[in-house]
């Protein structure tokens, strides 16, 4: 299947990008008659057939539509204070989205040691994972966000901060409800400050345990990610 991201298709004659017609005609070497598949980012995948196989505007025939393809049958958010290391949140993102996730937030906390982020390369990794994984939704991504500011938005009963104080001893699974959205919180290398946690909790959002173990940030967040992911299966009715 040659997946071609169309975020701007509105009619069933459709151009592809110059970047894309390059791709499809130079590096997939597809011609006239050939057929290719269209995702918008918001669960449209198109069937098209190529009319002109131009290499810097191919012109494509729309022939078939679905909609909500691939729609996941949860909720789920992941908000992660980024790594110094953007490689790693890099990793992250296209992992959650071949995994599968609605949103992801990047929180700017008191000890963390990235305050910038480029969040088109962010995407264009995203993008790269949901049509590697032939997703039809693309996650929202939320630029850097004061974790104060955050917190006062969320829902605080479906929303939870995984630290590594000893009170955070209860699971997701402990709280997960079959059918609601979720929300992980997830700090920086240096965790969450004392303060940030006392306003969490202050805001209702309760502490949560990823296991044993001292997990990286990142793997902290996919571990997150995929543990809604699992929770939905097992809970699912049959």
């Not at 995948?45 to 949860?74: F, N």
């Amino acid at each position: 299947m040659h997946l071609f991201y169309t975020p701007d298709i509105t009619s069933e004659i459709y151009t592809l990008n110059e970047e894309e017609s390059r791709h499809c005609t130079r590096v997939l070497r597809l011609s006239h008659g050939d057929t290719v598949y269209l995702v918008d980012g918001v669960g449209g995948m198109y069937t098209a057939i190529i009319q002109d196989a131009h290499q810097k505007r191919c012109q494509l025939q729309v022939v078939d539509k679905q909609i909500e393809y691939g729609k996941l049958p949860y909720v789920s958010h992941i908000a992660v204070a980024p790594t110094k290391n953007i490689d790693r949140m890099e990793w992250f993102v296209e992992k959650a989205v071949e995994i599968g996730i609605s949103e992801i937030t990047f929180l700017q906390c008191e000890h963390s040691e990235r305050r910038n982020l480029r969040l088109d390369r962010l995407e264009k990794i995203a993008v790269s994972a949901m049509k590697q994984s032939k997703k039809g939704y693309l996650p929202l991504l939320n630029d850097l966000t004061p974790f104060h500011k955050f917190i006062q938005k969320t829902v605080p009963e479906s929303t939870f901060i995984a630290h590594l104080e000893d009170d955070a001893t209860k699971t997701i699974k402990d709280y997960y409800k079959f059918g609601r959205p979720h929300c992980i919180l997830i700090g920086p290398e240096g965790d969450f400050s004392k303060a940030e946690i006392s306003s969490a909790y202050e805001a209702g959002i309760r502490p949560v345990t990823l296991g044993h173990s001292r997990l990286r940030t990142e793997t902290a967040a996919l571990v997150a990610c995929h543990t809604l992911n699992v929770l939905h299966d097992i809970f699912a009715p049959l």
